[in-house]
Structure formats: structure tokens, C-alpha cells
């Protein structure tokens, strides 16, 4: 099964696809999507959107994993960060994905095994899942790598008795 894993933005939006077979692990690709200060918001949300519609056209993953969107400090990038993470929902529901959102702690859960782990100890954990040599960048990269890994960990028993489906056009 492939699966895409997002880090919500509006300035980077991290994208990771795994391929996942048998308990098993193999990054596909991993990147950014990013957009410019400065330029019209809704520009930059059309940059998401474009962004994102490509990277399910390229690797024809059949799940989403994105990250809940959780309110801390900056009401003004909350907002904003909502608006990106409707259009990724957008490309998503058009290509027909399975979309599964999880929250941080979710996250820091499935790949570390604890709960309170820290970004450095999450981002470590995912290197090694997945065999990488070194940390992806930047670190919106990673942790839509590790959103996929919860996917993976959280789908488990669904992914036992998984059955390919064919993928289609867009």
C-alpha cells in the first residue's frame, strides 16, 4: 500500500509517500512544496493545492495521512495553516484517498513509543525506520514522513488483509 503523509502550511508543506508491504517500510519520495512571503495568500494556497494535486498524480498513493490542526500560540498562522490544510484535504477527496488525521502526540506514539518524545527524537526514529542515511529536510519533510509511519502503525490490521486496488486516472 503507498501512502502519502503531509505536515500541514501555507510557507512549507512537507510531503513524504511510503510504500508499506508486510511490517515493512520503503520511502518512495519525500520533499517540500513551498511558497513565497509576500505573494498573495490565495495565491500561495493555489501553490498548495497545485503542489499537492502533482505529488498524488506522480506516486498514486491510496491513503493520506495529515496531521490535525491544533491551536497553540499564533491565532493569525492558525488560520492560515487551516486554510492550507482544506486544500490538501480538497486534492485528497478528489483523487479519492483514504484521508486519516492524527494529532502530535498520536504521532510521537506511533514512531517513538513515547508519548512526550521530543521533534529531534521523532525525527531520528523515522531515519531509522526507513533506513535513511540522514534526517530529510527541512523538518516539515520529516514529519510528513512520520505522519505516513503512523498511518501505517495506526492501519495495521486493515493493512493485513489489504487487496490492491487499480489506480485511475485523477
Given at each position: 500500500?503507498?501512502?502519502?503523509?503531509?505536515?500541514?502550511?501555507?510557507?512549507i508543506v512537507g510531503w513524504g509517500v511510503l510504500e508499506?508491504?508486510?511490517n515493512r517500510f520503503a520511502p518512495v519520495d519525500f520533499g517540500a512544496i513551498t511558497t513565497e512571503a509576500g505573494?498573495?495568500?490565495?495565491?500561495?494556497?493555489?501553490?498548495?493545492?497545485?503542489?499537492?494535486?502533482?505529488?498524488?498524480e506522480q506516486y498514486r498513493p491510496e491513503a493520506l495521512a495529515i496531521e490535525q490542526l491544533f491551536y497553540q500560540h499564533n491565532?493569525?498562522?492558525v488560520i492560515g495553516v487551516a486554510e492550507a490544510r482544506g486544500v490538501i484535504l480538497l486534492a485528497a477527496a478528489e483523487a479519492g484517498l483514504t484521508i486519516c488525521e492524527y494529532t502530535p502526540m498520536q504521532v510521537k506514539i506511533?514512531?517513538?513509543?513515547?508519548?512526550?518524545?521530543?521533534?529531534?527524537?521523532?525525527?531520528e526514529m523515522t531515519?531509522?525506520?526507513l533506513h535513511l542515511e540522514k534526517i530529510p529536510k527541512p523538518d516539515d519533510t520529516a514529519d510528513a514522513l512520520?505522519?505516513?509511519?503512523?498511518?501505517c502503525h495506526s492501519s495495521?490490521?486493515?493493512?493485513?488483509?489489504?487487496?490492491?486496488?487499480s489506480i485511475g486516472p485523477i
Open positions: 500500500m503507498r501512502i502519502l503523509g503531509i505536515d500541514p502550511g501555507y510557507a508499506y508491504q508486510g505573494v498573495p495568500f490565495e495565491q500561495r494556497l493555489k501553490t498548495v493545492y497545485d503542489g499537492v494535486r502533482g505529488v498524488i491565532q493569525t498562522t506511533a514512531v517513538t513509543g513515547y508519548g512526550k518524545a521530543v521533534k529531534k527524537q521523532v525525527q531515519r531509522i525506520l512520520a505522519m505516513a509511519i503512523t498511518y495495521h490490521n486493515r493493512l493485513q488483509n489489504y487487496q490492491p486496488r
